[in-house]
């Protein structure tokens, strides 16, 4: 009999697809009938709009199944007035995004390829096979390592390379990123016996399994860092562990000092067969700045010329702001902000960290915006409280509900904070027991702080918010202070 599954699941992919045009027409009709009349009411005021003069923010709304609609309001604050100019655009039919630039990077990992001691037990195995014949043998990794071995690999350009066991970088890099094999870490590798070489065994290894429950290897980057004018830099440990902020696995050196530096490792560069080619000049690698032990990474960035990169991180339970001269020496300024509170061991779902061009914010929600900026030859750290005002609760940080989107935005100069986003009434979900907070958007909002707290707080609804829960199955938000 025939078999009719494949020709009755094409006709319900057909009708499932022909009813989600039709729901994405029926959408995008509904959403450009509408996209002319939205309009702001202001909701919430407190303070003055003059201390917000000279604002200039833009609020962005992309809607629909295919990105189909998009609205632009400006918001500008002039002569002690707020203006709010609104225009939308249709773009039909457009998918993605534009992909990330490449960057030039160096990452240290721990790898277990051409390791004289792992070579020498495959040889020994070897020597009972024929020639291409291959056996498997397991061992417990800390019977022959006290170390894991780590090496590099690095791009500069559009051409990547990797550090071979043999080289006197692939040493050096061990004395400086040393791993404590852990006892329960059992490694099986498959052997291959080769034609000998005059007169001499050869063979060759490679590691099929590893067995552990510490994750070293399943996570394997525990150092990285950019590439600047002539050099890598390292100083972001552990940046792709499952459980970033779980104690670190670096061992510290033998002289005993802390394992986490900041590195400056020079970088060789060549002509061959006309191309650029690139070498780690290990032996005049310099420390230029040393973490807390205790420090944890969070996030780091570089200024936009490229000088200095700003590291924010915890150590002691309190929030670390780590700022390196990369073209001064490596000068390193560490500024303590504030205690990193009850969320210290998730602190990337429950505090928001702005990057700009010379300076950073951290929004602490229980203490206010910290803003690390330049001042003189140093950095210096601003404190704007929040001092719980209620209107200030509401700039919605949306972290859960629009995650790869930008839904606020900061911006500090001359002493005063400004805050945008998209803002909310704060509601609750409830999995299994537990409770997650989250926030529904329904409007924008504008918040001015100085160093005595909140000064000025507007917040506008709109008619476009209303088109969310009928009409759009996707949603993305951004906001830009200018």
């Not at 504008?446 to 009928?470: I, N």
Request: net charge negative.
């Amino acid at each position: 009999m025939e078999n009719r599954r494949p020709k009755i699941w094409i006709l319900v992919l057909a009708v499932l697809t022909v009813a989600a045009l039709v729901y994405t027409f029926a959408g995008a009709s509904s959403l450009k009938a509408t996209a002319d009349k939205a309009e702001f009411t202001q909701k919430t005021v407190y303070g003055d709009a003059s201390a917000a003069e000279g604002v200039s923010v833009t609020y962005t709304n992309i809607v629909g199944a295919n990105r189909q609609v998009k609205w632009t309001t400006d918001l500008n604050v002039n002569g002690g007035k707020v203006d709010l100019e609104l225009d939308h655009e249709y773009s039909d039919n457009v998918y993605g995004q534009p992909g990330e630039p490449f960057w030039d990077r160096i990452e240290i990992y721990p790898d277990l390829n051409d390791v004289p001691e792992l070579e020498a037990l495959a040889k020994e195995a070897a020597r009972d096979l024929k020639v291409y014949e291959r056996t498997e043998i397991t061992l417990k990794l800390s019977d022959h390592l006290e170390y894991i071995p780590v090496t590099a690999q690095y791009a500069v350009g559009q051409s990547s390379y990797s550090v071979r066991m043999d080289d006197s970088a692939r040493r050096a890099l061990n004395e400086m990123f040393r791993i404590k094999t852990p006892d329960d870490v059992k490694v099986t590798l498959n052997v291959y016996r080769n034609p000998d070489v005059d007169g001499e065994l050869a063979c060759n290894y490679d590691v099929s399994q590893v067995e552990e429950s510490t994750g070293i290897f399943n996570y394997r980057v525990i150092a990285s860092g950019p590439y600047i004018d002539g050099a890598f830099y390292i100083y972001d440990y552990d940046a792709y562990r499952p459980y970033r902020y779980a104690p670190s696995m670096l061992e510290p050196q033998e002289d005993g000092s802390n394992p986490y530096k900041i590195y400056r490792i020079p970088a060789k560069s060549e002509t061959v067969d006309e191309m650029p080619r690139y070498t780690l000049d290990v032996d005049n690698a310099t420390v230029i700045g040393e973490f807390e032990q205790s420090h944890k990474p969070i996030q780091a960035a570089q200024t936009a010329d490229g000088s200095k990169v700003m590291i924010l991180g915890t150590a002691e339970d309190r929030f670390k702001a780590y700022v390196v001269d990369l073209k001064d020496g490596g000068r390193a300024q560490t500024l303590d902000l504030c205690a990193a509170g009850p969320y210290k061991d998730a602190v990337q779902m429950h505090y928001d960290v702005f990057f700009k061009d010379d300076y950073f914010v951290l929004n602490n929600m229980e203490e206010g915006y910290y803003a690390v900026y330049p001042k003189g030859n140093d950095y210096a750290v601003f404190h704007a409280p929040t001092d719980g005002k209620a209107e200030a609760s509401e700039l919605a940080r949306f972290r859960q509900q629009y995650w790869d989107q930008k839904p606020y935005d900061v911006k500090f100069e001359n002493g005063r904070l400004v805050a945008a986003g998209f803002a909310g009434e704060r509601t609750e979900n409830v999995v299994d027991g537990q409770v997650y907070p989250y926030m529904i958007g329904d409007s924008i909002c504008l918040a001015v702080y100085t160093k005595d707290g909140l000064q000025y707080f507007t917040r506008y609804t709109s008619t476009l918010f209303d088109l969310q829960a009928p009409l759009i199955s996707n949603y993305a938000c951004s906001v830009e202070i200018h």
